[in-house]
């Protein structure tokens, strides 16, 4: 995995190394009992391709960042192969899609939301 | 919540030079199908809060001698970043605006595909469920 995580710092080429954060707020879900209103906060830190997220839920991990064109791209990588993947693009427009085995199936998930900058 | 100052300034790297690094793993020898089938029949968009029955295929070639896998479908063809893992495999798809569309299937066949990606300079999150079967 740690060729995996290095291979994905790699997409970043020289990436400035100041940390910084967003947070971010997901009101709209879907998954497989269809879409509703949610309430899903989740916190970004990073400094260059190295992150940490923080969810509402008291959930937290290493996060690879990154930073394509019109997104910042998070990537949550699990030993067993599944993923989450959160997007903010340009002006702050976010995605989180999780890949994520529960039970030994994938319980796909994907909110919408928006993320701003700590401290705006 | 506003969030004018979010600005991305990076190009998109060298994506090739990247996903060759990757490939190889507990998934990648389980995975011995060099080819996989995928569809997906339900689709789900959380910005328009539906989700609708989906009519989505593509292959997958692994080409586990160069692990960089190809993903041909609907809108071409394109390299894809390997992540294998014990229980499932995952593939990356780094798009030319910036997007990634993503791809997890386990050993079962039970597959999930995800795109968050730009439509003019709007954010088009989707996500499709279906299945991934190897064939030789």
């Known amino acids: ?120 | 919540m506003a969030a004018g100052s979010i600005r991305p300034l990076r190009a998109a790297g060298p994506a090739a030079a990247v996903l060759a690094l990757c490939g190889g793993g507990a998934a990648a020898q389980m995975l011995a199908s060099p080819r996989f089938v995928c569809e997906f029949t339900r689709m789900c968009m959380p910005d328009l809060d539906r989700c609708a029955p989906a009519e989505l295929s593509f292959e997958i070639e692994m080409r586990y001698g160069v692990s960089v896998p190809l993903v041909r479908g609907p809108e071409g063809e394109q390299a894809a970043m390997a992540l294998p893992g014990d229980r499932v495999m995952s593939l990356l798809e780094p798009l030319p605006d910036g997007g990634l569309r993503t791809t997890t299937f386990s050993f079962t066949g039970q597959a999930v595909h995800s795109r968050h990606r730009l439509a003019g300079d709007h954010l088009l999150p989707a996500q499709y469920h279906g299945v991934c079967r190897g064939e030789e």
Not at chain 1, 5 to 11: E, I, P, V
């Open chain 1, 1 to 120: 995995m740690t060729l995996v995580r290095s291979a994905l710092a790699l997409l970043l080429l020289s990436a400035p190394a100041a940390a910084e954060s967003l947070r971010c707020g997901f009101d709209r879900v879907c998954d497989a009992e269809g879409c509703r209103s949610t309430s899903f906060e989740l916190r970004l830190d990073w400094e260059g391709e190295d992150g940490r997220f923080t969810d509402g839920a008291g959930r937290s991990g290493d996060v690879t960042v990154a930073e394509m064109e019109a997104f910042w791209h998070f990537i949550e990588i699990m030993e067993r192969g599944d993923l989450v993947l959160t997007s903010v693009a340009e002006g702050g427009v976010a995605v989180h899609s999780k890949h994520a085995l529960l039970g030994g199936k994938l319980a796909p998930t994907q909110y919408h939301g928006a993320c701003r900058r700590s401290g705006d």
